[in-house]
């Protein structure tokens, strides 16, 4: 399985759905990376999506988004096939 990161906050509702639904698609293990304990880290995550409110989400090296994006991903069918290992 490829590997997902997700930068999130301790309380984010929308990254708790995110987590809730890759978990329901097999992911068993999301890095997550706590934006709100270590300010540098939201830093880094501006720099790598443009975006400043979490969740951003990573699948392999692909950007997904947030949890509007990864949901509307999976309606589309194309989550499954990108959590596949190349």
């Known amino acids: 399985m490829n590997s997902v ?4 906050t301790q ?3 929308y990254c708790q759905m995110a987590e809730r639904l890759l978990k329901s698609r097999g992911v068993e293990h999301i ?3 706590l934006v709100d304990r270590d300010p540098a880290r939201r830093e880094e995550m501006m720099e790598r999506t443009g ?3 979490v969740p951003q989400v990573f699948i392999g090296d692909k950007h997904i988004g947030g949890y509007d994006d990864l949901a509307a ?3 589309a ?3 499954v096939p990108l959590l ?3």
């Not at 990161?5 to 999130?8: G, P, R």
């Open 77 to 79: 069918g194309g989550l």
């Open 11 to 13: 309380v984010c509702p």
């Open 51 to 53: 975006r400043r409110t």
């Open 31 to 33: 890095e997550k990376i």
């Open 73 to 75: 991903l999976d309606r």
């Open 84 to 86: 596949e290992p190349a």
């Open 5 to 8: 990161v997700m930068y999130s």
